[in-house]
């Protein structure tokens, strides 16, 4: 149980274009996901955290305006890569935990080039 | 803010030599911790995690990990390494109560030699 879904696995693009990530809980509803980037040889680091049916809540230094979330069912979250650039080549993963004090489940990751 | 550290980035071993893996958090309150592993070319998994109690948790595939509060350490460690556990190795920790945002460590790749 608890499986999280994130599409597509992998994609390249051109800069200056947008690209979306989704991710979607399979067998639970989640209030709230969270999307992560992994640069190489670094650690996961949290971008932002989903909230359904309300504004996402950004850690700092991650750009609201460039990096949309929309979290718009109990079962699907998206990450909208908007005007895409090299340097936001990166792995994103998604995660999200069934209920409160329970681990988090991810997502395969979506591994993004802009060229 | 909590922050976790993982001291060894990269770990060769041989066949059926013991690990363990070091991971110290900062945060003064009470925390949830975990270890996570990655497989080459598969998404994180849960190995094992600690709430509360027993502060020697057990999890999948012979792992085991301790909390020593004292220490703000949650080491990982299995006595007999095989070349399957070959992997990238997470500690991560999220402050207890609600839907907090967890917060992970560096990673640590082991290398696991037949």
């Known amino acids: 149980g608890a499986v999280v879904s994130q599409h597509p696995s992998w994609v390249i693009c051109k800069s200056g274009t947008s690209v979306k990530i989704e991710c979607r809980s399979l067998d639970f509803q989640a209030t709230t996901m969270f999307w992560y980037r992994q640069f190489p040889k670094q650690s996961l680091m949290l971008m932002a955290t989903?909230?359904?049916?309300?504004?996402?809540?950004?850690e700092q230094g991650v750009e609201k305006d460039k990096f949309l979330i929309n979290h718009a069912s109990l079962t699907l979250s998206t990450l909208t890569v908007t005007s895409a650039h090299p340097e936001d080549s990166s792995f994103y993963i998604c995660?999200?935990?069934?209920?409160?004090?329970?681990?988090?489940?991810f997502g395969n990751g979506t591994r993004l080039t802009v060229t | 803010a909590q922050s976790v550290s993982q001291h060894n980035h990269h770990v060769i071993l041989s066949e059926a030599a013991s690990l363990e893996l070091g991971c110290n958090y900062s945060y003064g309150g009470t925390v949830n911790l975990f270890w996570y592993v990655q497989y080459p070319g598969q998404h994180l998994q849960l190995l094992l995690k600690y709430f509360s109690g027993d502060p020697l948790v057990k999890g999948i595939k012979g792992f085991e990990a301790e909390f020593i509060k004292s220490k703000f350490s949650f080491n990982l460690r299995k006595p007999s390494v095989q070349w399957s556990d070959t992997a990238e190795y997470f500690c991560?920790?999220?402050?207890?109560?609600?839907?907090?945002?967890?917060?992970f460590g560096i990673g640590t790749k082991l290398q696991v030699i037949p």
């Open positions: 995660s999200a935990r069934p209920l409160e004090r329970t681990p988090l489940h």
């Open positions: 991560a920790v999220n402050v207890a109560g609600g839907y907090q945002k967890v917060t």
């Open positions: 989903s909230n359904e049916g309300s504004k996402a809540t950004y």
